[in-house]
């Protein structure tokens, strides 16, 4: 079975402080997404990587940055946490042409 | 045109009823249509995908009907149970590149 796993399920953050979260998946997949998961509004892509150290922005990249040092690891950066980044984050991973395949997600709770 | 529509956003039905949601879409590009079924404090799980090839595919209680001239598809859950309360998402792939365009979900009550 495919396994993607993120590295909380819960975090409190502070306003201004620099978050870190981290993804890995076990399947030798190209391709790694980052999700940010609201009420009434889905699932809205903030980055994706289709290789190591590439990466291409999503919808809402503004205040994230994304780092993919190896092929098993996508990690999602927040530079300086808000509030309004308080959120259900998701990774995923793909084959190419595949579905994806999502972790059990990361609570973000910035205060 | 990267946008794929939903609805509706919530859906009760009571147990052994069908349970519709429908998707819409304009990116001509898509060619892979996956839904998914998320249970609260889980992550996603993909249910059944379909391909603009075919009109319809099925798996178990679950069909994906597809329309290709109309742009739009939809899941049909056959004799609803209250486990198949959840949130569904549609979601789109288009086929020059390998992100994924979700819907905003349906959340789907099934009475017992």
């Known amino acids: 079975d495919v396994k993607v796993t993120q590295s909380s399920r819960y975090l409190v953050k502070r306003t201004g402080e620099k978050v870190f979260l981290e993804c890995v998946q076990d399947?030798?997949?190209?391709?790694m997404f980052w999700y940010r998961q609201d009420p009434g509004l889905g699932l809205r892509l903030i980055y994706f990587?289709?290789?190591?150290?590439?990466?291409e922005k999503g919808d809402i990249p503004e205040g994230y940055s994304v780092s993919r040092e190896k092929k098993e690891r996508f990690s999602l950066i927040l530079e300086s946490a808000s509030t309004n980044q308080t959120s259900m984050y998701l990774c995923?991973?793909?084959?190419?042409?595949?579905?994806?395949?999502f972790g059990q997600g990361t609570r973000l709770t910035v205060v | 045109q990267q946008q794929v529509k939903q609805s509706p956003q919530s859906l009760i039905v009571q147990k052994g009823g069908i349970s519709i949601i429908n998707c819409a879409y304009e990116?001509?590009?898509?060619?892979?249509f996956p839904w998914y079924q998320q249970f609260p404090g889980k992550g996603p799980a993909l249910l059944i995908a379909?391909?603009?090839?075919?009109s319809e595919k099925k798996e178990g209680r679950f069909t994906i009907s597809f329309n290709k001239s109309a742009k739009q598809f939809s899941l049909h859950i056959m004799d609803s149970q209250p486990g198949d309360s959840a949130t569904y998402f549609c979601?789109?792939?288009?086929?020059?590149?390998?992100?994924?365009?979700f819907g905003p979900g349906t959340r789907l009550s099934v009475l017992p």
């Open positions: 995923a991973s793909s084959a190419y042409s595949t579905e994806a395949f």
């Open positions: 399947m030798d997949h190209e391709n």
């Open positions: 990587s289709y290789d190591v150290k590439m990466k």
């Open positions: 990116n001509t590009a898509f060619d892979y």
């Open positions: 379909i391909r603009p090839d075919v």
């Open positions: 979601a789109a792939r288009n086929n020059y590149g390998q992100n994924f365009v």
